[in-house]
C-alpha cells in the first residue's frame, strides 16, 4: 500500500510559521508527503482533494468541528475520519491537547503508526510556543529597560546624582517596599508627569 | 454529602462556553456573582469550537461546560467519539436559533411560497419546488451551513425541509461551519443558507447579506439547544457542587427572564471576553424582537428564546428521546430500547428539582413536549412507529 509507505499528512493551521515549523519537522523525520492548509474557506473540498491519510490541526481553529463532519458515513463523506487519537492513548491526547494540537487518522492508516506522528506534532508545538513565549520576555524585558532608563534620568536630573547612584536607589527603593524595580521607576515617571 | 467541601472556602470551577447568546445563564450565574454566592469560585474559558468544549470536558480540563444537547447525548452514547457519560441537570436554553437564508435563494423561496410564508411547510414546500427547478437546470445543489453533525441545528433544518419533501442528503448539501464564520461564507456565496445561534443571524439581516427565513420555534415549539454539562463520575463525586451551580444558575435565569433587567443582562454579555458583540445586538434575541430583513422589517415571538421561563431550565428527558430519534432518523445512530434509556438518562430533571426545590414538570402549552410543525405528536415510547411516519429517513 502507498499510504504504507509515506502516509499523506495534511497540517491544517491559520498559523503560518508554527505550520512551517511543524512541516519541516515531519519532513526531516521522513514524511515526505506533507501539505499545508492556512486558508479555512472551503476547507472541506481541500482535504479531499488532498485526500490526507493524517490530519493535524490546532485547536485554537474554530474549523475543528468542520473536521468532526469527516466521522460521518454518507455521501458527502468519501474517506471517513476513522478515529481521533485519544481513543487509545489518554496521555497521548492530554499532552497534545496540552500542546495545542489535535489529529485525525483517515480511515485505512495504521494506527500503530501514528504516535511518532503524534510526538513529533507535541515537541513542534511546544518548541514554537516556547519560541513566543521567550519573544514575549524578550519584548516586555526590552520594554521594562527603556522605563528604568527614563526614571533613571529622570532621578539624575532632579536629584543631582550619578547614574550607579540614581539605579541603586531604585533597587533599594524597590527591596524596601517589596516591589519590582519597574514599577518603582514607572512610579517616578508618573510622579514626575503630575509634577510638570 | 459526599463531596469534601470546607465550609467558608470557594470551590474553584473551571466552565467552557462558545460565545453565544444561550449561555446567558451561565455568563450572568458568573456575571452578577449568584456563582459566589453559592460558593463557587467560576474561571470561564472561552472556546473556539465544540470539538474543544466537548474533549476538555471529557478530559478533565474543565469541570462544566455550555454544550449543544445533542452532544451530550452523544457522548454518551458513544456516537462520533469517545464514549463519555455526560450529566446534563440544567438546560441553558430552549429554541433561539434562526434559519437565515441568502436575499437570492430568499427571493426564489418567496417566488414559490403558496400560503403564509411565517408557516414552515410552505416554506419547506416552496423551497422542494426551488430544488427541482434547480435539478432541471443543472445549478449546483444548494449549500446550507449548521454547526456541528450533533447539533439541534443540523436536525431543525433537516426535521424542516424534509416536512416540505426535500431530502436533506440527497437533494441539498449540509457543511458543518463555525458559527463565527457564517456571515462571511453567506455573503461570499459558499453557503445559501444556515441554522445558527444568536447574534450571527441579526449579524447577517444588519450586513444586508440575509434574511431571517424562520426562528426555529416555527418549527419546533420546545427544543433542548444547550445544556449545562458535566461528567457522570464528577457528578457522583460532587453532588452539592453541582446542586450549588444549578441554583446559581437558576437565579440567573429567573434574573434574566425579568424586562426590566434585560439591558444590564445585555451588557453583560456583550463583554469582550464573553460575547464580544454589540449589546443592542444581543437585546434583540433576550427580547424575541429580530429585525429579519436588511429592508428593516421586525418580527417579534415570545418563543425565540427561553432562558427559565415556561419551566425552560428544567432538563426533559422527552427532549433527549427526541433528539436521540433525529440521530437515529438520519442515520447517526441504531435504533434500540437501551440506547433510547441512556438517552433520556442523559437530562436529569431529578437533580435539577433536588437542588432548587422546585415541584416537578412545568405546565405548558405543549402537549407532547415537542410541538413540532409536522409529523403525529411525539410519543417516547414508540420510536419506530414515530420514525416510520416519515417519508425521508436514513433508517
Redesign the interface.
Known amino acids: 500500500m502507498v499510504a504504507e509507505s509515506s502516509p499523506k499528512i495534511a497540517i491544517v493551521d491559520e498559523n503560518p510559521i508554527r505550520a512551517a515549523i511543524l512541516e519541516e519537522g515531519l519532513r526531516e523525520a521522513g514524511f515526505a508527503a506533507v501539505e499545508r492548509v492556512g486558508e479555512m474557506n472551503n476547507l472541506l473540498a481541500r482535504i479531499y482533494s488532498i485526500d490526507p491519510d493524517v490530519i493535524l490541526i490546532d485547536l485554537e481553529n474554530p474549523s475543528r468541528d468542520v473536521l468532526e463532519q469527516m466521522f460521518q458515513v454518507s455521501r458527502a463523506v468519501r474517506r471517513p475520519i476513522a478515529m481521533f487519537v485519544d481513543q487509545s492513548d489518554a496521555a497521548s491526547i492530554q499532552a497534545s491537547v496540552d500542546a495545542g494540537v489535535s489529529a485525525y487518522i483517515v480511515d485505512g492508516f495504521r494506527k500503530e503508526r501514528i504516535k511518532s506522528i503524534i510526538d513529533l506534532c507535541i515537541s513542534r508545538f511546544n518548541a514554537f510556543a516556547k519560541l513566543q513565549d521567550e519573544l514575549e520576555r524578550t519584548k516586555t524585558a526590552l520594554e521594562e529597560r527603556k522605563v528604568i532608563d527614563r526614571a533613571k534620568g529622570i532621578l539624575m536630573k532632579l536629584k543631582g546624582l550619578s547614574e550607579e547612584e540614581a539605579y541603586v536607589l531604585m533597587r533599594s527603593t524597590a527591596m524596601r517596599e517589596k516591589k519590582k524595580i519597574v514599577e518603582i521607576a514607572q512610579s517616578i515617571i508618573t510622579a514626575s508627569e503630575l509634577l510638570k | 454529602m459526599t463531596d469534601n467541601r470546607k465550609p467558608g472556602s470557594l470551590v474553584p470551577l473551571r466552565i467552557g462556553f462558545i460565545p453565544l447568546v444561550d449561555a446567558a445563564a451561565l455568563l450572568v450565574a458568573v456575571g452578577k456573582g449568584f456563582a459566589r454566592d453559592e460558593g463557587l469560585d467560576v474561571t470561564l474559558h472561552r472556546e473556539?469550537?465544540?470539538?474543544?468544549v466537548r474533549?476538555?470536558l471529557n478530559?478533565g480540563?474543565s469541570d462544566a461546560a455550555h454544550l449543544l444537547a445533542p452532544v451530550a447525548i452523544a457522548s454518551s452514547l458513544g456516537l462520533?467519539?469517545?464514549k463519555v457519560p455526560i450529566v446534563a441537570a440544567f438546560n441553558l436554553g430552549l429554541n433561539g436559533n434562526a434559519i437565515t437564508v441568502s436575499p437570492a435563494l430568499h427571493a426564489a423561496i418567496m417566488g414559490e411560497v403558496d400560503g403564509d410564508p411565517l408557516n414552515p411547510l410552505v416554506t419547506a414546500q416552496a423551497l422542494s419546488r426551488v430544488v427541482a427547478a434547480r435539478k432541471k437546470t443543472g445549478a449546483e445543489p444548494l449549500v446550507f451551513g449548521m454547526?456541528?453533525?450533533f447539533s439541534t441545528h443540523n436536525y431543525q433544518l433537516r426535521f424542516w425541509m424534509a416536512a416540505g419533501g426535500v431530502d436533506p442528503?440527497?437533494d441539498v448539501?449540509?457543511?458543518?461551519?463555525?458559527?463565527?464564520?457564517m456571515v462571511e461564507?453567506l455573503a461570499?456565496g459558499?453557503v445559501d443558507a444556515f441554522c445558527v445561534g444568536a447574534p450571527w443571524n441579526s449579524v447577517a439581516v444588519d450586513l444586508g447579506v440575509g434574511h431571517i427565513l424562520h426562528f426555529v420555534s416555527d418549527i419546533l415549539a420546545r427544543a433542548a439547544e444547550k445544556m449545562l454539562a458535566v461528567r457522570q463520575p464528577w457528578a457522583d463525586k460532587n453532588p452539592t457542587v453541582l446542586a450549588s451551580l444549578i441554583r446559581a444558575h437558576d437565579r440567573a435565569a429567573e434574573f434574566i427572564e425579568v424586562p426590566d433587567n434585560r439591558a444590564e443582562v445585555a451588557a453583560i454579555l456583550a463583554r469582550p471576553e464573553h460575547i464580544g458583540v454589540d449589546a443592542e445586538v444581543i437585546r434583540r434575541t433576550l427580547d424575541g424582537r429580530l429585525k429579519v430583513s436588511p429592508d428593516g422589517k421586525v418580527r417579534e415571538s415570545g418563543r425565540y428564546l427561553l432562558v427559565g421561563r415556561e419551566g425552560a431550565a428544567r432538563p426533559d428527558p422527552v427532549q433527549a428521546a427526541w433528539l436521540y430519534a433525529q440521530m437515529v432518523r438520519w442515520?447517526?445512530a441504531p435504533l434500540s430500547d437501551q440506547s433510547l434509556a441512556i438517552a433520556r438518562g442523559v437530562f436529569r430533571p431529578d437533580l435539577y428539582d433536588a437542588a432548587t426545590g422546585k415541584a416537578g414538570r412545568p405546565e405548558t402549552r405543549v402537549a407532547d413536549g415537542v410541538g413540532a410543525f409536522a409529523g403525529p405528536a411525539f410519543d417516547p415510547s414508540a420510536i419506530t412507529q414515530h420514525l416510520d411516519s416519515f417519508r425521508i429517513r436514513r433508517r
Do not use: I
Not at chain 2, 48 to 52: D, E, G, H, L, R
Not at chain 2, 173 to 181: H, I, N
Open positions: 473556539v469550537s465544540w470539538s474543544n474533549d476538555k478530559l480540563l462520533g467519539h469517545v454547526t456541528f453533525p442528503d440527497e448539501r449540509l457543511v458543518v461551519l463555525p458559527p463565527p464564520y461564507s461570499s459558499h442515520g447517526q
